[in-house]
């Protein structure tokens, strides 16, 4: 005889248990307040090495290690190789959306690192032969903006992007050599990705020859002129 009071059935299927033992272990991965803390510092869109984190977070090397692969177990980070270094950034923006909700949820503001680099360094300079910076990831975002790379680690150069660079005087053809066409390049002072490979190369021989940016003589600095500030708005519909 029902109490009047209304029943219901938790209908499980499956994969039910599946669903929620990995819900339980992604929020325990993050409810870890060392692990929390690397989070935040990662909500910039930044990547770090180990030894960043560790120190920022004030715990030993080894224990940052720890903490690291189970953020990377949960698919919460990523591991970026440049050289001989690995840095860890957010595994993209879902995860940097939910982290940002909790810390709205949490009545906190989201943590500022600031950078060591020198300003000129930071805003534009050589990497090798291409270019770097803050103007240089400006740049990078931009051609993915317009459809005119796509791609995570190796890029390809649509036929629109192919016309607009060359209509610039950008060197698009596939380079002779085992080198790269287009790729990723982590910047060491933004910690973002900017266009590296025979395509970032000719890119920046290209503003080099239109007078959009000079070299300092004696530094890596680049600087970006007035013309080049007109271009980036005429030809790439952005500022800096």
Known sequence: MLDGRQHFVYARNMNDTDIEDRLAALTAAIADRTRARMLCLLLDGRAYTATELSAAVDVAASTASSH?????????????????????????????DVLETLMALAGVERPVVKSTTPTSLRFARTCYDHMAGELA?????????????????DY?????????????????????????????????????AHLGGAL????????????????QLDSRAL?????????LITYFNTFI
């Open 156 to 192: 390809q150069l649509s036929s629109q992007g192919k016309i607009a660079l060359e209509q610039l005087g950008v060197d698009c053809s596939l380079p002779s050599s085992r080198r790269r066409f287009a790729c990723s390049c982590l910047d060491w002072s933004e910690r973002k």
């Open 200 to 215: 970032g190369a000719a890119l920046l021989t290209a503003f080099e020859k239109r007078g959009w940016l000079q070299r």
């Open 137 to 153: 990831v400006l740049l990078h975002n931009r051609l993915f903006e317009l459809a005119w790379l796509s791609g995570d680690n």
């Open 223 to 231: 600087q970006l002129t007035p013309a080049g500030k007109k271009a």
């Open 68 to 96: 690291l692969a189970r953020l990377l177990e949960q698919q919460l980070i990523a591991c970026v190789k440049q050289g001989r270094y690995r840095f860890y950034r957010l595994a993209g923006k879902p995860v940097a």
